[in-house]
């Protein structure tokens, strides 16, 4: 199993800026993408940046420009760094890993509350 801790969510005033961590821990070999998703409320959860072992990035339309996602691979760390918030940022922010390889693996933090609001 994978266990994923994130941690650096709060409340934000609209401009303002915020940088989420997790940590995966555990069975944590061959991770090969790490990323983030949010669900704000009465929405359904969706991608907001992930991260290849290469390096290969992804973001969604909404947070190009704005957000950037990192990973430190010898800590099985991803950050996500969020400037120029916006109210429509306001979300739980999930931390995500898969392996695409055999043994097949999907995993998810708890989640972060994310506020942005003056």
């Known amino acids: 199993q994978v266990q994923l801790v994130e941690s650096g969510g709060g409340l934000v005033q609209p401009g303002g800026s915020l940088r989420l961590s997790c940590a995966a821990s555990g069975s944590v070999f061959n991770i090969d993408i790490m990323g983030w998703y949010r669900q704000a409320p009465g929405k359904q959860r969706a991608a907001v940046a992930t991260m290849t072992n290469g390096g290969t990035t992804g973001y969604a339309d909404a947070v190009k420009g704005r957000f950037t996602i990192a990973r430190d691979n010898a800590r099985n760390t991803v950050y996500l760094q969020m400037n120029s918030l916006k109210p429509e940022d306001t979300a739980v922010y999930y931390c995500?890993?898969?392996?695409?390889?055999?043994?097949?693996?999907?995993?998810w933090g708890k989640g972060t509350l994310v506020t942005v609001s003056s």
């Open positions: 995500y890993a898969a392996r695409t390889k055999p043994p097949y693996g999907n995993y």
